[in-house]
């Protein structure tokens, strides 16, 4: 057995105990006396220790025993409180037990101790006990409610919190248990947890029911709206009628705003407050450039939503102290703004507020309120589209009215002409020839300018692109004028720079352009009024202007003097003579050209100028093309199944030397070209028979058709025609009404 350690004061007795026995022995009798002060000190020492620990020991009594009271009443409340107490081993073995215990448990407290605690427990949270004693040494556990199945009584549940006692040098020993019936108070928390349950479902009911009853009235609006706006094409009047169902099933103030150019107009509006809907008909929508709500909603396209109006946000709404005044008074508290928008355009927008009701905008109204926006806006496209196309049938019948009326008038020269040809002299046979030439060309003309739109405006017209001079179009045009104008007529002049003015373009269709804008020029120019011609080259741009004198145009015509069938009126308010289709095709061509043009006027009686800018193409100098070489005598079939058409064709040849034979349909040119092969055939692509592209096959196949100079012929101006020709091995193609000229180079190009 180790000895306690000694103290500093009983160390220092036996020190000077021994020292003393040392003296004796060695009868060293002088030092007894000096050694007998130090074995006093050291006596004196030890008892002031012992009297220190006598203390000590009665406090320690003292303490113990008031520990042991606290732990014989703490053992009395254990043993005789409600709740009950257990202490089991490790394993769960009960090793002492409480009365209440042993009540809970219904067993005898002597037949309780050293059986499993687990035996009370129900089957169904036996698992989760004995994870709570495996780990009860290692987890701070709580208590938690468990199923227990007494020897005697009911069945109940179980309040269980489990302590791990910790016994010597830190061995796990003991667990601690509490135990109470928490059955009532289990029940009383279900009661309330259902109780809570059920109020919530209520409360979702009624939430539903509210939500429903919402999107009925919206859809039952939207469904009202559509209703109207479907009903006329009158959107004022429709507008008008939208107001009395918005007001006040779904709003209190109603406001419709409509773009009018780059202002906003108050089309329609509405409020709940009779006095408030009087000061909202001298209301100013907002500028649509403006940071307002309304119009950031117009520029944006997004929707707005307010659920709770602030003052600084009614502030900026209101814009002026007038307007601010008139909104307070209303009392606009919630707001929504939706666009008038659809896939085509924005219209203006709509706002809905609500005022000091208990009603507030949610985002399940938003979506409701954007469809009625898109609605209006589709209404607005539908009444703007018939509009437009009751403009449209307008114009064309006004067209077609004009059309036959510039047709009727040179078939009417030409067929009175024909008529005439065989009774009159030779004389008057040459100025008839002169006639019948100058009608059919305007046939012709008109007939182009047709094609021409319709082409442009569909894509179906091919440019043949190449290097021209403008200035030696300005001069050719000017000089086609001049031959076919009557003697007396305004004074054209012509002015170019000194070096080439250079293009990439179509010669004919640029002529056509210049052509067009000067026939234009001769028709509003008086006698004596003067045509000026400029071409010169401006930076990158080919520049062509041409000013007259005439009658100028007026300031509300000026927008539309390009757009198809427009016709400025003459100086009695009526429409000049032609189809109204000339600058529509200048301008198509231009840009098709990559170029501009536009039109001015300083007024009425004070004359205009077009501009045309095409792209500048820097060279020095243009290789001129120089005369056509003349054709040699060529054998030539014709394909052709109008007879009329047919023979104009051959006797325009035959006149020029070629040998010419014709065939009316696909089956009988192959057999002429596999009896003798032509230098040049002409096949038109429309065959009562076979196609002309597949005719024009045939012969490429056939033996020596390679050398066979194949040309289409084509009354459509769609560039699939010639497109699909020329795949099909045609060497060039020709668009009726054939121009002599054209069918010269056109031969002139065949090998020999």
Known sequence: MTSPPRSEHAEALRVSIERLRGLVAAQRWGALAAEQGELER????????????????????????????????????????????????????????????????????????????????????????????????????????????????????????????????????????????????????????????TNRMLESEQDARAAAEAARLRVEIQAAVSSVLAATLDYPAALSKVTGLVVPAVADVFLTDLLAGHTLEQMAMACADAAGAERLRARRPPDPSSDHPIARVIRTGDAMLMTEVSAPWLEHWAGSGESQDLWETIGLTSVVVVPIRSHRQTHGALTFGLGPSARRYSQADLGALKDIGLRTALALDTARLFKELEAEQRHRDEFLAMLA?????????????????????????????????????????????????????????MLQRQRLDLRDLARDSLEVLQTASKTMGPTISLRSDPGPVTVIGDADRLQQVLANLLDNAAKYTPSGGTIDISVAAEDDHAVVRVRDSGTGIEPEFLPRI???????????????????????????????????????????????????????????????????????????????????????????????????????????????????????????????????????????????????????????SAPTDPDRALRAGFDSYLVKPIDPDRLSEVIAQARH
């Open 405 to 461: 009326h510039e047709l009727r008038n040179p078939l009417s020269a030409v067929t009175s002409g024909l008529d005439a040809l065989e009774r009159v002299d030779e004389s008057s046979r040459a100025h008839l020839l002169q006639i019948l030439s100058r009608q059919s060309k305007h046939l012709a003309r008109l007939l182009s300018d047709l094609l021409d739109v319709s082409g442009v405006r569909f894509g179906r017209l």
């Open 42 to 197: 050291a006596v004196e020492g030890v008892t002031a220790e012992a009297a220190t620990l006598r203390a000590e020991r009665d406090d320690a009594r003292t303490e113990t025993a008031r520990a042991e009271l606290h732990l014989t009443a703490a053992r009395q409340v254990l043993e005789d409180g409600p709740d009950g107490y257990i202490v089991t081993d490790d394993t769960g073995i009960i090793l002492q037990a409480n009365r209440a215990a042993a009540q809970l448990l219904g067993v005898p407290l002597r037949f309780l101790v050293r059986k499993p605690l687990a035996l009370f427990i129900d089957e169904v949270d036996l698992r989760i006990f004995r994870w709570r004693v495996n780990n009860a040494h290692s987890r701070s556990q709580g208590e938690w409610p468990v199923r227990m199945r007494p020897r005697q009584g009911p069945s109940f549940t179980a309040g269980l919190t489990v302590t791990a006692f910790v016994g010597h040098e830190g061995h796990a020993s003991d667990l601690r248990w509490f135990m109470r019936d928490i059955t009532a108070r289990q029940r009383a928390e279900e009661l309330a947890t259902a109780q809570d349950f």
């Open 562 to 716: 390009f757009e198809v069938f427009s016709r400025a009126g003459g100086a009695t308010g009526q429409a000049r003579p032609g189809l109204g289709l000339g600058l529509s095709v200048v301008r198509e061509l231009v840009v098709k050209h990559g170029g501009s043009v536009a039109a001015s006027s300083p007024g009425v009686g004070q004359g205009s100028e077009f501009v045309i800018r095409l792209p500048l193409h820097r060279d020095e100098e243009v290789p001129s093309s120089g005369p056509t070489p003349s054709s040699a005598a060529r054998s030539i079939l014709i394909v052709e199944n109008n007879p009329d058409a047919c023979d104009v064709l051959r006797i325009a040849l035959e006149q020029s030397g070629h040998r010419v034979r014709t065939s009316s349909n696909g089956k009988q040119a192959l057999e002429e070209t596999r009896a003798r092969r032509p230098d040049i055939a002409f096949v038109d692509i429309l065959l009562p028979d076979i196609d002309g592209c597949e005719v024009g096959q045939t012969i490429r196949g056939q033996p020596g058709g390679d050398g066979v100079f194949l040309v289409a012929l084509t009354g459509l």
